[in-house]
């Protein structure tokens, strides 16, 4: 579209720079970020916005393939990731819920082997979050868990699984009001996996502790809560207190209220992030449907997805980035570069990966061209490593 390339492995694309509006031309070879330039267009209007890809902390699965059901294969595992590129997702990390010891060592397992044997996957899965089954056994804080494999920290365990994976687990979320949480969490820690306090009932005095020996991130902040709580102290005041913690939050317009996200982005500022937290239902049609998280989910046609049993009780998200990127925007809670930002280069910063240096010199190119329709964000092009994995059908 607008960009152009040769042999060399040089190639350049141009459009409005998602920060500034001002037009630009990134320059880019053999994968990497050359340099940017100011371009003199005269028609800024009709070029597309350019922005870091996006990368998502919590994916469970995307358009019908899903990481927690099982048998699947490796094919899966390249599909769903190259089917991430149409959303602008260039990096993510595949999330692996709670399940019995056997089928997360061999869900993580079956990842790995997808990384391994496909290169363009293993460059776009930057890593595994395993979510459970270390959390609360208490209804409400479990969220839509199956309590039948919720268990205590245990690393021999996590060992297992980490072998499996080949070293590829770099996210754990677990709750820490188990006995010995703080020891758990140190060894995680000291490992180079980044433990995240989530679907938790801990005291506040147990979260501190958890922050004191590593814990480093809040997963979905606000949700695999209790409906109800005490008014203060609880285990949501005291996460956003912390100021060692950064915090995901899901901002798809059904998991939080407005004014919720509104304090959150204050509270945290440049450690507030937005994650997906999507299951393989999102990009399918409304109705009912059975799956491994809950059992019985419903998905509306507004988007929101929540247990049969009990409509109050989220299932996931059914919505990617993008949208969440667009309720923000909507909703005068961030601008449309600090969304962007929530939702690229804070994660990769966190995660310390290089795509955090953004679009800039020496950065991968990692790039997403995309237009603006009033308050909808359409993908158009999609770059990883600087190579077109992406196009909007009609812009061929």
Same mark, same amino acid.
């Given at each position: 579209?607008? %960009?152009? %390339?040769?042999? #060399? ?9 998602? $920060? /500034? ?13 050359? %340099? ?5 267009? /005269? ?17 469970? +699965? ?31 990390? *595949? ?7 056997? $089928? ?15 290169? =363009? /996957? ?6 595994? &979050? ?32 980490? =072998? ?17 949480? $703080? @020891? ?11 433990? #995240?306090?989530? &679907? ?21 902040? +606000? ?63 409304? +109705?009912?449907?059975?799956? &491994? ?8 046609? @507004?988007?929101?997805?929540?247990? $049969?049993?009990? *409509? ?30 929530? #939702? #690229?280069?804070? *994660? ?22 995309? @237009? ?13 490593? %600087? ?5 909007? @059908?009609?812009?061929?």
């Amino acid at each position: 579209m607008n %960009g152009s %390339g040769n042999a #060399s492995g040089f190639s350049m694309l141009e459009g409005k720079h998602y $920060a /500034t509006g001002k037009p630009v031309r990134v320059l880019i070879r053999d994968g990497v970020i050359a %340099g940017v330039e100011a371009l003199d267009y /005269t028609h800024a209007e009709e070029l597309p916005w350019i922005a870091p890809g996006l990368v998502d902390l919590q994916i469970n +699965g995307y358009a019908g393939d899903d990481f927690n059901t099982l048998p699947f294969d490796t094919d899966m595992v390249v599909r769903a990731s190259q089917g991430l590129w149409g959303e602008g997702v260039t990096s993510y990390y *595949p999330t692996v819920i709670t399940n019995s010891p056997e $089928a997360i060592e061999e869900a993580v397992g079956i990842i790995a082997s997808a990384c391994d044997h496909d290169a =363009r /996957t293993n460059r776009s899965v930057a890593g595994i &979050h395993v979510e459970g089954p270390f959390i609360s056994p208490e209804d409400g804080a479990r969220g839509a868990h199956s309590l039948d494999y919720v268990r205590a920290p245990d690393w021999e365990m996590f060992e297992k699984w980490q =072998r499996a994976a080949g070293g590829r687990i770099r996210i754990l979320t677990l709750s820490p009001e188990w006995p010995n949480s $703080a @020891e758990f969490i140190a060894k995680c820690s000291a490992s180079g996996v980044t433990v #995240s306090i989530g &679907h938790t009932s801990a005291t506040p005095e147990q979260i501190r502790e958890a922050v004191r020996a590593g814990a480093r991130m809040s997963t979905h902040l +606000g949700n695999g809560a209790h409906l109800t709580m005490p008014r203060h102290p609880n285990y949501i005041w005291e996460q956003l207190a912390q100021d060692d913690l950064w915090s995901c939050v899901i901002a798809d317009g059904f998991h939080l209220p407005e004014s919720v996200l509104k304090v959150i982005f204050k509270t945290k500022g440049a450690q507030a992030l937005m994650v997906s937290d999507a299951v393989y239902l999102c990009g399918m049609p409304s +109705g009912e449907y059975t799956t &491994h998280v809950g059992g019985k989910v419903v998905l509306t046609e @507004e988007g929101r997805l929540s247990l $049969a049993s009990n *409509p109050k009780i989220l299932a996931g998200s059914a919505q990617m980035l993008v949208w969440g990127i667009e309720h923000v925007v909507r909703c005068g809670l961030a601008s449309l570069s600090e969304a962007w930002d929530m #939702s #690229s280069i804070r *994660p990769a910063a966190f995660m310390k990966l290089t795509a955090a240096q953004g679009i800039a010199d020496g950065a991968p190119a990692d790039l997403v061209l995309f @237009e603006q329709a009033g308050d909808r964000v359409r993908v158009l092009e999609t770059y990883k490593d %600087g190579e077109l994995v992406y196009e909007l @059908e009609e812009t061929r």
